[in-house]
């Protein structure tokens, strides 16, 4: 059989995938340039309390600020950047700019308000990684408190073994974790517990299925349940009407993020429309 699909990918060669793979490889030296010039620039989503009706924070939201195509979304370099081994490089640039807001915002960390960055899987293999990090807040002053580590739930599959100590250290320190995409990970609930996970994120997926499909209501609803029986903290992202805020609401979820409360957004915007010189803006849409 091993013959026989070796023969088969005598196919791979055709004109029209060696293309592709021109393409790979000119994205692969676009971004070993990128890393060099620093063309990544967080962008900031609001993080919505449904009580209060304030900014909590923000989720820092990387976007490669090409010099030809403009703005880049993740999903179409991150994959990249993990398979040459580089994407710790950009997580590491980009918490040294979210801190460097943070030290201007000091209004939203005074308020208790955290930046939640997102780190890829593959950094906790690296076993500098808490160093590192810590090297970075110091620099600009802040404590962990400020910040947010967000990791997806497939995060857990792969490394049972050390996770929990080193998930265990980031927190000791002062750091909360949250799990995000959560419910789209296939793993078993049995290692919840065995986390010290903050916050469980709701995927997008199911959000976008609140009253169309039954099934995801109840899933959410526990999701929500368990989450207060652990004490963790859930946040419901991808909510984009007011139904699915007020279902959501309903339930028990407080802190939301999505279309519906903000796009991720620059930082200039980001503080034009949520910061203030009085503290933190109340959110002025039509939410009830
Ligand atoms: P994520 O962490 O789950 O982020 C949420 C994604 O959903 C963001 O996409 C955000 O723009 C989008 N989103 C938020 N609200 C809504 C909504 O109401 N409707 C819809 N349709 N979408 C919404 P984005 O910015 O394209 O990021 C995609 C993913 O890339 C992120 O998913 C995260 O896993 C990854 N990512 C982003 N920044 C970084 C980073 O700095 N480092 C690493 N390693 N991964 C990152
Ligand atoms: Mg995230
Ligand atoms: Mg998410
Ligand atoms: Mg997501």
């Known amino acids: 059989a091993a013959k026989h699909e070796q023969r088969g990918s005598v196919r791979f060669y055709t004109p029209e995938l060696t293309k592709q793979a021109q393409e790979r490889l000119q994205m692969r030296n676009d971004l070993r ?27 820092a939201l990387v976007r490669w600020n090409h010099p030809e195509k403009g703005l880049v979304p993740p999903f179409d370099f991150i ?20 801190c460097g807001q943070l030290e201007k915002w000091q209004q ?6 955290k930046i939640a960055v997102n780190f890829s899987g593959l950094q906790f293999k690296y076993e500098k990684l808490l160093d590192k990090v810590v090297d970075i ?3 600009h002053k802040l ?34 974790i949250a799990l995000d995409d959560f419910g789209t ?31 995801d209501d109840i899933l959410i609803k526990t999701i929500v349940s368990m989450a207060q029986n652990l004490k963790m903290d859930v946040v419901a992202e991808g909510v984009e009407t007011k139904p699915q805020a007020d279902w959501l609401a309903s339930i028990g979820v407080r802190i939301v993020q999505g279309y519906l409360f903000g796009r991720p957004m620059s930082a200039t915007n980001f503080e034009a429309a949520f910061l203030q010189d009085d503290g933190i ?6 939410i009830s």
Not at 82 to 91: A, P, R, S, T
Not at 108 to 113: I, M, V
Not at 281 to 286: G, K, S, V
């Open 33 to 59: 340039r990128a890393l060099k010039n620093k063309e990544f620039i967080p962008y900031y989503q609001p993080k919505f309390d449904l009580q209060t009706r304030e900014v909590l924070g923000a989720e």
């Open 79 to 98: 994959p990249v950047l993990e398979e040459m081994g580089l994407v710790e490089e950009v997580d590491m640039m980009m918490l040294d700019m979210v």
């Open 108 to 113: 939203l960390t005074d308020t208790g308000g």
């Open 137 to 139: 807040i110091e620099s």
């Open 143 to 176: 404590t962990p408190k400020a910040i947010q580590i967000e990791v997806t739930e497939g995060v857990l599959l792969e490394h049972h073994d050390q996770l929990p100590l080193i998930f265990r250290d980031f927190k000791a320190l002062g750091f909360s």
């Open 185 to 215: 990970g296939y793993s078993s609930l049995g290692y919840l517990s065995k986390y010290p996970i903050d916050t469980l994120k709701i995927d997008r997926s199911f959000v976008n299925n609140i009253n169309k499909n039954e099934a």
């Open 281 to 286: 803006a109340a959110h002025q849409t039509q």
